[in-house]
């Protein structure tokens, strides 16, 4: 597909989509193009390892908009062809209504029976670390590029691999998001959120965020991975600033009252 930028005035997507198979794709064979999604798709994937440096020997090179050009790209490239194969734009945009409707109406299938758990569901759980200074500030990470809460602030966190316990787990991702070392005597329970929302995964949609606070590691503390946080930031967390991301600000204000349990999100 061409570059982004047109000055051809916008039709309405459809519309256009017509107008650029009737314009300079005129000639090319509907199989071609349905091929040609293959390698728009390729184009897609080598945008986003260039914007997160995922080659080590070409390291950052692309931009976010960059990656959002090629998946604009992927769009048109099943549009043009979907015109041809409805019978015309109008048939295409019903058929795209259509298809919205039924994607848009599923919902997560429940567990199947007999799968062995008896009934019993449970969360995902999530480490969570707070590094407090001698003043008592503690860090925090601004989210980049992750797709979920970029621009906010949070502790360093993630998942449990296999063969973690969950503060193994805790250690390991504070070492990786801001390049400290962690010894487990160090760590100081300090509290469970228990937290559902219907974007969360699993049966139940919910998560146990296990927080646990160092006040001694190794290193200078950073945002040791600039493809997912963009800084590392002390705060006050009797006085969180406002881009703390909700639920976290919840489970800080918890710990400062002494409280080692709370749920969210639940009626």
Sequence with gaps: MTSSETTEPCRGFWADTARIRAG?????????????LAEEVGEVAEA??????????KGVHKSRSDVLDELADV??????????????????????????????????????????SGGWYGSFVAPHVVLRRHDGQVLMLRRYNTGYADGWLCPPAGRIEPGEDVLAAAIREAREETGVRLRREDARFAHVMHRTAETLPGPCHAVSDFWFRFDRWEGEPRAAEPDKASEAVWIDPVRPPGDVIPHCALALAAIMRGEAFSVHGWA
């Design 24 to 36: 300079y794709l005129s000639e090319v064979p509907t199989q071609t193009l349905v091929l040609k």
């Design 75 to 116: 769009m048109l490239s099943a549009a043009v062809p979907m015109v041809d194969l409805a019978g015309g734009a109008a048939q295409a945009e019903a058929h795209m209504a259509g298809r919205l409707g039924i994607v848009s109406a599923r919902e997560v299938a429940a567990p199947p029976e007999g799968d062995g």
């Design 48 to 57: 986003y390892i260039g914007m997160t440096g995922g080659n080590p020997r």
